[in-house]
């Protein structure tokens, strides 16, 4: 059977996110965390290759993500979406960039369409600027980001810096028509030499004009938001049966456990407002010691509190917090100490009886998957931006919620644990 969507998406948060909104809307949507697993799936009409690519060397990412498409082209896939993060999440080297080239190679595409927005967030694209709320993204907390610092907010220009294609604008006014006049626009910048264009996209009406566009093509890329609107696309032409198809999440105990490596101000919230009725151990990233130490400090302080209720470990600092951290270790060399604690705690807490997790940040939810050894996730609906919920293994299931640093509302760590004993269901209320 040919797959009517086919994904590789830069991180693990993101790839789950879009997996969940296939899921929610009757689409039977494999999450995968590695090329080779492709090859091992059953009867499915969707595929999201979700790896930790993001902040990897370029080369890598590309090798990484090339080797997914290509399995996914193998496979039947009919068009191939890159997914990134809806602030462009990318420094001058890429990754974006360099990936969106090796995957036009591939697919042999003409062109295509980056599609980062995600309207009801508050995340727009005009003038192929992208704004967060009513700030510029060069404005916003995400010009702090510790990795991924966003302080140009005009996309042609970050995306050109990481490309050799030539790279123009897709206009809110061609968008806002639609149909005829939209192909017709597109077909122009392709006579202009351009094989890139950046979608201006401010509300839910133009990601529908964009889906009815790209539905058919080689490849397109964007942030997950655009992915809700191709289900009702493939419908209307007959890619799919009308009828849905769904597997649902099972109900998991045992122990439960946030792990937080995200920096970003919801998150911070997020664990203040978990730290109200629950414990909370904040590990300083600034001390003079090793990972080891400072997993086996957080492994000492969590086994006893599991008895009486769910507990919350966090590397989630302040920007001037991090900014020390850097300091001492390196803007690598910090990141990867958090990865590292994160992902060696995980595997040590399941083999303690911990079956659910919640996990903040999309760094660290890699980590945390690769630790785990995890090749293929059963994805639950959509339960709201940036959250995804999924499980894996049969005899003893584990439980995870893989959530965006920036997003998701403030009791999301308590409500997720919670879900997560009810099973598939629990997420859509």
């Not at 727009?124 to 510790?146: A, E, I, Q």
Request: with cysteine; charged share 20%; net charge negative.
């Amino acid at each position: 059977m040919s797959l009517v969507f086919a994904a590789v998406a830069d991180d693990l948060t993101g790839g789950l996110e879009m997996a969940a909104m296939l899921v929610a809307a009757g689409i039977d949507c494999a999450l995968v965390t590695e090329a080779e697993a492709v090859d091992d799936l059953d009867d499915v009409e969707a595929v999201v290759v979700a790896q930790k690519t993001r902040v990897t060397p370029a080369d890598e990412a590309v090798a990484k993500m090339e080797a997914a498409a290509d399995r996914l082209l193998k496979r039947g896939a009919r068009t191939i979406f890159f997914k990134y993060c809806a602030t462009f999440d990318s420094t001058d080297k890429g990754n974006i960039g360099p990936v969106s080239d090796a995957l036009m190679q591939l697919t042999g595409a003409p062109y295509t369409a980056f599609c980062p927005a995600s309207p009801d967030l508050g995340r727009t694209v005009y003038n192929g600027h992208l704004f967060v709320g009513r700030d510029l993204v060069s404005n916003s907390p995400k010009r702090f980001d510790p990795l991924t610092p966003m302080t140009d907010p005009d996309l042609i220009a970050v995306l050109q810096r990481q490309t050799r294609h030539k790279v123009g604008l897709l206009e809110r006014a061609a968008i806002a028509r639609g149909g005829d006049a939209l192909r017709a626009a597109v077909d122009g910048l392709e006579r202009q030499g351009l094989r890139y264009f950046i979608a201006d996209t401010i509300e839910n009406a133009d990601l529908h004009a964009l889906a009815e566009l790209t539905v058919d093509w080689k490849l397109m890329t964007g942030n997950a938001t655009i992915v809700r609107f191709y289900p009702e696309v493939w419908r209307e032409r007959g890619y799919i049966s009308t009828e849905p198809r769904h597997r649902p999440l099972p109900a998991v105990g045992g122990y439960g456990v946030v792990l937080s490596g995200s920096c970003a101000e919801r998150t911070l919230e997020q664990l203040k407002h978990f730290e109200r009725s629950h414990p909370v151990l904040w590990l300083d990233l600034t001390a003079p010691v090793s990972a080891e130490a400072l997993i086996d400090q957080a492994f000492t302080w969590v086994q006893p509190l599991l008895q009486s209720g769910s507990a919350a470990i966090a590397t989630s600092a302040a920007p001037e917090t991090v900014k020390a951290a850097q300091a001492r270790h390196g803007r690598e060399g910090a990141a990867a100490l958090a990865e590292q604690v994160m992902g060696t705690l995980a595997a040590r807490l399941r083999d303690i009886g911990v079956r659910r997790f919640v996990v903040a940040g999309g760094e660290t939810s890699g980590s945390v998957i690769e630790s785990l050894k995890v090749r293929r996730l059963t994805v639950g609906p959509y339960g709201g931006p940036g959250v995804g919920h999924a499980t894996f293994g049969t005899d003893d299931p584990i439980a995870v919620c893989l959530k965006s640093g920036k997003l998701g509302p403030v009791d999301l760590f308590e409500t997720s644990l919670a879900s997560m004993q009810l099973g598939s269901g629990s997420q859509d209320e």
